[in-house]
């Protein structure tokens, strides 16, 4: 299953589309205890609240199906998101704190 969500992810970034993936995974919203405490969703603590974005959602699923892997976005030296890879998933739901 990772491979073709990295497919598709991969050939829309190829494909020109890049800048709107972009502002898609680095949009995050704010989100519930009972979310950030899905042993699956991966979310990011700050000071103030939890925050949920698209890669957190789609990693859960894939943590759900028990890939054991985990899709990260790749930036170049300009912070221009250049492909997404899989590596491997310590846990299953990280809150990452700020």
């Given amino acids: 299953m990772i491979s073709q969500v990295l497919r598709t992810l991969n050939r829309l970034i190829n494909e020109g589309h890049a800048s709107t993936l972009a502002k898609l995974i680095n949009q995050r919203v704010s989100c519930t205890e009972k979310l950030g405490d899905d042993p699956h969703v991966q979310v990011r603590q700050t000071k103030t609240e939890l925050q949920v974005g698209i890669l957190g959602i789609l ?13 990260h976005a790749v930036y170049d030296d300009q912070d221009q998101l250049v492909r997404f890879e899989e590596h491997e998933c310590e846990e299953a739901n990280a809150t990452l704190k700020e």
Avoid at 59 to 71: A, M, P, R, V
Wanted: aromatic share 16%.
């Fill in 59 to 71: 990693n859960g699923i894939l943590s759900e199906y028990g890939s054991g892997f985990c899709i």
